[in-house]
């Protein structure tokens, strides 16, 4: 299959007619099969009516298939104005770092006002290989002169617990004249989302500009679900112990604690967030990452580890990968990473000018 979405080109293999259909045919304006387009417009008509949450995206998947469902969540998302301003944006300014010109450096005026504190996710201290110590983009940011902060939360902790360490993190620097970015993935995009808007006041985040959710677990995963019923909990609890890891970091990750926590999640408005997110068609899905995919398969839309409707904070604008998976292995993310942060802070200004 072939086609172009959010300004990223296909080319993979999906797994049904209608999906094929859709990028090929139906986005591009060709009804060559009337019967398959109108199934797809009391699709759109759906989306269009309402808010996008799980139930609605897994209705698309159970009714036709997860590839369809995956390209019309991606498509809804681009389509969102705010979302086109900040993926043209991310892509203007990758363009100009991989182009010709090469343009690397940062202006110092701009950019060396902010500093970067990096939320690590689960045990990046014994897996980086992962990157959830974010170990590639602090060091190429180190090197253009930004100044970033690894926070040190527990790399196997509960959830509120690394929540408190991110808030402590947070308001020790409030009186620095700072203005802060805070960038959390995987997992520590639930501890960011619990200690923005629940643990600190809008006043104790007013020096945080944006916070930067990169594939963010953000209402748990049904992986946490399986491994934490009896019996297989069991034999987790040794594995963790002979590990040295704490349990209660993946017991924080069950749908069930999260979703409960995230309903009295309320991020204040002054901070820009910006979603960074993963969305592999099936296809795409390489062996590492497969068991996963298809475990959470029947829940809807996923990147191999949460789904995908479940990352978004409401409000936000999200800035979508095409083709990759949860762990955004690509040759250019480092690149990408400078490319994100300079769209974030081309939004900071632009916004501080409108008002």
């Known amino acids: 299959m072939q086609g172009e979405l959010a300004g990223h080109q296909i080319n993979t293999t999906v797994d049904s007619d209608i999906a094929r259909y859709y990028l090929e045919r139906y986005l591009p ?77 940062l202006d110092s005026m701009r950019y060396g006002a902010y500093v970067i504190l990096f939320a690590p996710g689960w045990l990046y201290r014994s897996d980086p290989r992962t990157g959830a110590d974010f170990g590639q983009q602090r060091n190429i940011l180190d090197r253009m002169g930004i100044r970033t902060v690894l926070i040190e939360t527990e790399e196997s902790g509960a959830v509120e617990r690394n929540a408190v360490i991110i808030a402590e993190e947070i ?30 006041t809008p006043e104790q985040t ?14 748990g995963t049904q992986l946490a679900d399986g ?75 996923n990147d191999g580890l949460t789904l995908l409707a479940d990352e978004m904070i409401p409000g936000s604008v999200t800035v979508l990968e095409l083709g990759l998976d949860h762990f955004f292995r690509d040759p250019d993310i480092e690149w990408k ?6 769209a974030v802070v081309k939004s900071l200004v632009s916004n501080q000018v409108s008002n």
């Open 227 to 301: 491994v934490m019923r009896w019996p297989q909990r069991w034999g987790l609890r040794l594995y963790f112990w002979w590990k040295g890891w704490d349990i209660a970091g993946l017991a924080s990750m069950t749908t069930d604690v999260r979703r409960a926590s995230y309903e009295i999640v309320r991020i204040p408005d002054d901070i820009l967030v910006v979603n960074y997110m993963a969305v592999p068609l099936s296809g795409d899905i390489s062996g590492g990452v497969r068991g996963r995919y298809q475990q959470l398969r029947p829940y809807g839309p």
């Open 206 to 219: 007013a020096h945080v500009r944006a916070w930067v959710n990169v594939g963010g677990v953000i209402q």
């Open 29 to 105: 304006g060709k009804n060559t099969d009337p019967e398959m387009h109108r199934r797809i417009d009391e699709f759109h008509a759906r989306l269009q009516g309402g808010e996008i949450n799980r139930d609605t995206i897994a209705h698309i998947a159970d009714s036709t298939s997860l590839d369809l469902a995956t390209l019309m969540l991606a498509s809804h998302l681009s389509g969102q104005e705010s979302n086109v301003r900040m993926q043209a944006s991310f892509a203007e300014e990758l363009d100009g770092i991989l182009g010709p010109q090469q343009r690397l450096s």
């Open 337 to 342: 990473t400078v490319a994100l942060f300079r």
């Open 171 to 200: 308001m020790r620097r409030r009186d620095r004249e700072e203005k802060l970015i805070l960038v959390s993935t995987s997992k520590s995009g639930a501890e960011a989302a619990l200690a923005l808007g629940t643990y600190l």
